[in-house]
C-alpha cells in the first residue's frame, strides 16, 4: 500500500517532476492539509507546488478511493503535462474546494474508473465553506470562496481501453463543486456534469461523442456551457432539478452529427425535449446562438482536436 509522494501541510514552492510511479498501492501524488475544524487560517496545508511532466500508470493496486493526483487541503498548486491511465478511480480528483486557486494543465488522462463506478476520469468534490488566510499568511484577510480552479487544454477520454469502461463523464463536478473554468480541453467518449455548486464555466472546448453536458444543480444562475463544440451521438444534455432556462446558461455553441441534423436533439429530463435544435432553442430559450450540421468526419474531429491542444 501507500503513496508514490505525499506532501503532508505546509509545503510550499516544491517539485515533482520527471518521475515513474508505477504499481502504487494507492495514489501517485498526494497533497494533503489540515485545518481547526472549518478554519485554514493556519497555512497548514500544500500550496504553490509544481506536480509536472510525471509517468503515472496502474495505480491504486491496494486503495480503489486514489487517483493519480490527489489534493484535499490545499491550494494554487500547478499539475501539468502529466501522462496519467490505468486506474481504479479518478485520474485526478480534487477532494474540496478550500482556498482554490489550482491548474491542471495540458495532462493526458484515459483508462481511468476501471474498478469503481459513479465517477469520472476528472472527479471533484465540495461539500463545506472554509476560511482561509487570502495572503497565505497567518493573519492575513480572511478567505470564504474558493480561488477560480482552471482545467484547460487537457485531453481526457472517458473510456477503459483495455476492458469495460465504467466512468460516466470526462469531467465531473460533483457534490457542490464550485468556482471552476473548464476551457479549451479536448473530452472523448464524456461530457462535462456539473452537480450543486456554483460558479462552473465551460467554454471553448471540444466534446466529442457525448452529450454536451449533464446538468444536477439548483438553480442558481450562475452556470455556463458556451462556445463548445460538441459532436453529438444522443442526447445533447441530461437534466436533473431545476436547470437550463432556469440556473444554467447555454449559449452559442456548436453542434455536429456525424450523419444529419435530423438527429433528435434530446434533452431528457431538462423540461424540453425537442426534435429539433429550434424547438429546443423556442422551448426554452436556451442554447442562443448556437448551430447544428453534419456532414463531420473523422479526420475532421483529428484535425480540430490537434489545433485546440495545440499539436498541428
Known amino acids: 500500500g501507500g503513496n508514490g509522494v ?5 509545503v510550499r514552492q516544491s517539485t515533482v517532476s520527471g518521475c515513474e510511479f508505477y504499481a502504487c498501492g494507492d495514489s501517485a501524488v498526494a497533497l494533503v492539509g489540515s485545518t481547526d475544524l472549518m478554519n485554514g487560517t493556519g497555512g497548514s496545508y500544500p500550496a ?12 491504486g493496486v491496494f486503495g480503489k478511493q486514489t487517483s493519480g493526483y490527489f489534493k ?11 501522462v496519467i491511465y490505468n486506474g481504479p478511480r479518478a485520474g485526478v480528483n480534487f477532494n474540496d474546494g478550500f482556498a482554490g486557486g489550482e491548474i491542471l494543465e495540458g495532462n493526458l488522462i484515459f483508462n ?20 482561509y488566510s487570502e495572503t497565505d499568511e497567518p493573519g492575513g484577510a ?10 484547460r487544454g487537457n485531453f481526457i477520454f472517458n473510456k477503459n481501453f483495455l476492458g469495460s469502461s465504467n466512468g460516466l463523464y470526462c469531467i465531473d463536478h460533483d457534490d457542490g463543486s464550485s468556482q471552476y473554468n473548464d476551457t479549451g480541453n479536448v473530452l472523448v467518449y464524456g461530457g462535462v456534469k456539473y452537480r450543486d455548486g456554483v460558479n462552473r464555466s465551460v467554454s471553448s472546448n471540444l466534446v466529442v461523442y457525448s452529450l454536451g453536458a ?12 458556451v462556445e463548445n463544440t460538441v459532436v453529438l451521438n ?27 441534423t435530423s438527429l433528435s436533439f434530446r434533452t ?4 424540453v425535449d425537442g426534435s429539433t435544435l429550434k424547438e429546443w432553442q423556442d422551448g426554452c430559450k436556451c442554447d442562443q446562438g448556437s448551430t447544428i450540421s453534419s456532414g463531420v468526419t473523422a479526420k475532421q474531429i483529428l484535425e480540430m482536436a490537434a489545433k485546440m491542444l495545440g499539436l498541428e
Open 268 to 271: 431528457g429530463g431538462c423540461g
Open 142 to 151: 480572511l478567505g470564504l470562496s474558493p480561488e477560480t480552479h482552471q482545467l
Open 72 to 82: 484535499g487541503v490545499a491550494r494554487a498548486n500547478i499539475v501539468a503535462e502529466n
Open 48 to 59: 504553490y507546488n509544481t506536480i509536472q511532466r510525471n509517468h503515472i500508470h496502474d495505480i
Open 214 to 225: 449533464a446538468f444536477q444543480v439548483n438553480g442558481f444562475a450562475t452556470d455556463r456551457f
Open 6 to 10: 505525499l506532501f503532508s501541510n505546509y
Open 234 to 260: 444522443g442526447d445533447a444534455y441530461t437534466c436533473v432539478g431545476k436547470t437550463v432556462g432556469g440556473g444554467i446558461t447555454t449559449m452559442n455553441n456548436r453542434f455536429l452529427t456525424p450523419n444529419d
Open 112 to 131: 481511468m474508473v476501471r474498478e469503481t463506478s459513479d465517477h469520472g476520469s476528472f472527479n471533484s468534490w465540495d461539500r463545506q465553506p472554509w476560511l
